[in-house]
């Protein structure tokens, strides 16, 4: 089914069994929040934060305003997924992040989970939405399959630092031990129609550090990127937030796209290029990273 794919630039995580940081992160405006069930939770605690999220998501005193709501499951072979989504998707979330995927198979049983879940639910099919952590070896090099195997997948997510852990790397501030998985995760998920999510800066303190990895990022094609700590939030949001410059350029490209369209004109020249389908996708899509800033308005 076709549906409206949300602009995430600000993907902030907290641990699904604290009650303060998710009254906290629902409070921020981020564009999602990502209510952990996996590394944020002991294995003690990992019920407990099952029953967290599931009153976070349904209780009432929590205003997420306009987050997406989103809850990491426990990994495929952890035996706790199952039960993860089982206590979860009556809260009605807007979509569940996978960790550590390394094949199509998890996504598609995933997805299968979740038709099953809507039809008992009476949700529309395809409510719940899937984005998929890609921090392996083994998920670098399944990009391919994994990208293409479900309709439900929206994004893929960089995680550096589980990566280097799976290839014996040590990770380095300028990252060229995790350069080319970086670049496979946005090519695969450019070819593919779907948002690339970039790993979390880990050095919390080190705000001009993060503006320019966002920068870079950003630079390089990742719509978004993982914020681990709220003060990341506001900074990661302005570097994926298109300037007027941008917004000009892009809306003046997309009316000159339209009006050629009506008159019948396939190929047109635009500030001295040709235009073609991708450079009009990308004015598009930074009109949406605008509307989503409140820079523009959702009829512009």
Not at 1 to 22: A, E
Not at 54 to 63: F, V
Not at 232 to 261: D, N
Request: net charge negative; glycine share 8%.
């Amino acid at each position: 089914m076709s549906h409206r794919v949300r602009v995430r630039r600000s993907l902030l995580f907290t641990p699904g069994d604290d009650w303060r940081k998710i009254s906290k992160a629902a409070s921020l405006g981020a564009d999602c929040v990502i209510m952990d069930l996996e590394d944020a939770v002991t294995s003690a605690n990992k019920e407990t934060a099952r029953a967290m999220v599931l009153k976070a998501l349904t209780s009432g005193e929590l205003d997420f305003g306009r987050s997406e709501r989103l809850v990491r499951l426990n990994t495929w072979d952890s035996g706790l997924q199952v039960d993860d989504l089982a206590m979860t998707a009556p809260g009605l979330p807007d979509g569940f992040v996978l960790p550590k995927v390394e094949t199509p198979v998890e996504l598609n049983y995933m997805a299968e989970g979740l038709d099953q879940f809507e039809n008992e639910l009476g949700l529309q099919r395809g409510h719940f939405r899937l984005l998929g952590l890609i921090e392996t070896a083994r998920g670098i090099v399944n990009l391919r399959e994994i990208a293409s195997c479900t309709g439900r997948l929206d994004a893929l997510i960089f995680g550096a630092e589980d990566l280097a852990a799976s290839m014996g790397a040590t990770r380095t501030p300028d990252g060229p031990e995790v350069a080319y998985a970086r670049s496979a995760v946005v090519i695969h998920a450019a070819a593919y129609g779907l948002q690339a999510i970039d790993t979390p800066y880990v050095a919390l303190d080190d705000l001009e550090g993060l503006r320019k990895e966002a920068e870079a990022s950003r630079l390089m094609g990742f719509s978004g990127k993982l914020a681990i700590h709220p003060g990341q939030v506001p900074v990661i949001e302005a570097t994926f937030t298109p300037s007027e410059e941008e917004i000009a350029q892009a809306r003046r490209l997309v009316e000159a796209f339209r009006s050629r369209q009506e008159d019948g004109t396939g190929v047109f020249s635009f500030d001295g290029q040709m235009v073609d389908m991708p450079m009009v996708r990308r004015a598009a899509n930074v009109l949406a990273r605008a509307r989503a800033a409140g820079k523009l308005k959702d009829s512009e």
